[in-house]
């Protein structure tokens, strides 16, 4: 079982940087895939950037692509979001998630693709 914990958000203006990282503890070496979610109030889990574990293929939302990059420190285990030029629409709690499964390439954005949870960091941006 894999857990995970986050760290780094933070608020901030408009076009103004965070940056996220996920350490996970008790780590597996079987994770295929890791990426990190948001979720705004009154909307749904939305999948926001996720890397293939180990092997740097990426996924982005079509909403961050270019501002944000995922990347990933192998060898601890931790998974980051740099966030750049970050807007209000931005603002949510972000989660980061680890799948076991593999189901292909790309990196699936989809929340339910996606078993272990960590408990959130929330982004606040102000305009």
């Known amino acids: 079982q894999v857990q995970l914990v986050e760290s780094g958000g933070g608020s901030v203006q408009a076009g103004g940087s965070l940056r996220l990282s996920c350490a996970a503890s008790?780590?597996?070496?079987?994770?295929?895939?890791m990426g990190w979610f948001r979720q705004a109030p009154g909307y749904e889990r939305e999948g926001v950037a996720v890397?293939?574990?180990?092997?740097?293929?990426?996924s982005y939302a079509d909403s961050v692509k270019g501002r944000f990059t995922i990347s990933q420190d192998n060898a601890r285990a931790t998974v980051y979001l740099q966030m750049n030029s970050l807007k209000p629409e931005d603002t949510a709690m972000y989660y980061c998630?680890?799948?076991?499964?593999?189901?292909?390439?790309?990196?699936?954005?989809?929340?339910?693709?996606?078993?272990?949870w960590g408990q959130g960091t929330q982004v606040t941006v102000s305009s």
């Open positions: 008790r780590y597996s070496y079987n994770t295929e895939y």
């Open positions: 998630a680890a799948s076991l499964q593999w189901v292909g390439y790309p990196p699936p954005l989809s929340p339910f693709a996606y078993k272990y």
């Open positions: 890397i293939r574990h180990g092997g740097g293929i990426t």
